[in-house]
Nanobody, 115 residues
Framework: QVQVVESGGGLVQPGGSLRLSCAASLSIFRFYGMAWYRQAPGKQRELVAH???????NYSPSVKGRFTMPRDSAKNTLYLQMNSRKPEDPAVYYCNAHRSRGIYWGQGTQVTVSS
């Protein structure tokens, strides 16, 4: 069974950068789509970015041009590079791996604002 584990959350300054990681337990990039979601307090979980098994990426309008989603196949790790932090960015960020057989979520990693 696939497991994904997020890490890299923490404090980010206004206009600053942070890189989140999503490590998969298996070599799955060729077979699974993967996605980053985020959930702020009192709000619904929203899609941030998605990458297909073929490597096609899509970003939500709120992060397009600021976030990128590189992946390292050798490390079975997907990243979310967050640049130019905006007030709506602090949230718990979740990674998932999905295909027709199911969807596998991580436990999330918290991104907060520094003063």
């Amino acid at each position: 069974q696939v497991q994904v584990v997020e890490s890299g959350g923490g404090l980010v300054q206004p206009g600053g950068s942070l890189r989140l990681s999503c490590a998969a337990s298996l070599s799955i990039f060729r077979f699974y789509g993967m996605a980053w979601y985020r959930q702020a307090p009192g709000k619904q979980r929203e899609l941030v970015a998605h990458i297909t098994s073929g490597g096609t990426t899509n970003y939500s309008p709120s992060v397009k041009g600021r976030f990128t989603m590189p992946r390292d196949s050798a490390k079975n790790t997907l990243y979310l590079q967050m640049n130019s932090r905006k007030p709506e960015d602090p949230a718990v960020y979740y990674c998932n791996a999905h295909r027709s057989r199911g969807i596998y979520w991580g436990q999330g990693t918290q991104v907060t604002v520094s003063s």
